[in-house]
Nanobody, 123 residues
Framework: QAQLVESGGGSVQAGGSLRLSCAAS????????MGWFRQAPGKERVGIAC????????YYADSVRGRFTVSRDNAKNALYLQMDSLKPEDTAMYYC????????????????WGQGTQVNVSS
């Protein structure tokens, strides 16, 4: 089974930027959809940015659209999330995930997950 390892989290002030990376132990080209999800304390895990196998189709949650950019590099077996204009409400544990399904960013249908990387945004 594929292993996913996130990195790049940390603490930043509001308005700052972070770039998350997700390294996969198997070719990402085997996953039709990859995505970034986040979970704040006491809240459910939600999909915020997903991307198809070619990188030509993306989905963003309303809360991050226009501020976050998801990308993937299948040659490097990697997934990225560029986060700009960060807000305190972006504070959460961020996870990357992979699925063989297409056209979805629902956490419940992603079988493969990383361990998460924490993002803290202070005001």
């Amino acid at each position: 089974q594929a292993q996913l390892v996130e990195s790049g989290g940390g603490s930043v002030q509001a308005g700052g930027s972070l770039r998350l990376s997700c390294a996969a132990s198997v070719p990402t080209a085997s996953s039709n959809t990859m995505g970034w999800f986040r979970q704040a304390p006491g809240k459910e895990r939600v999909g915020i940015a997903c991307i198809d196998i070619s990188g030509s189709s993306t989905y963003y949650a309303d809360s991050v659209r226009g501020r976050f950019t998801v990308s993937r590099d299948n040659a490097k077996n990697a997934l990225y999330l560029q986060m700009d204009s960060l807000k305190p409400e972006d504070t959460a544990m961020y996870y990357c995930a992979a699925s063989s399904l297409r056209g979805t960013c629902r956490a419940s249908v992603f079988p493969t997950w990383g361990q998460g990387t924490q993002v803290n945004v202070s005001s």
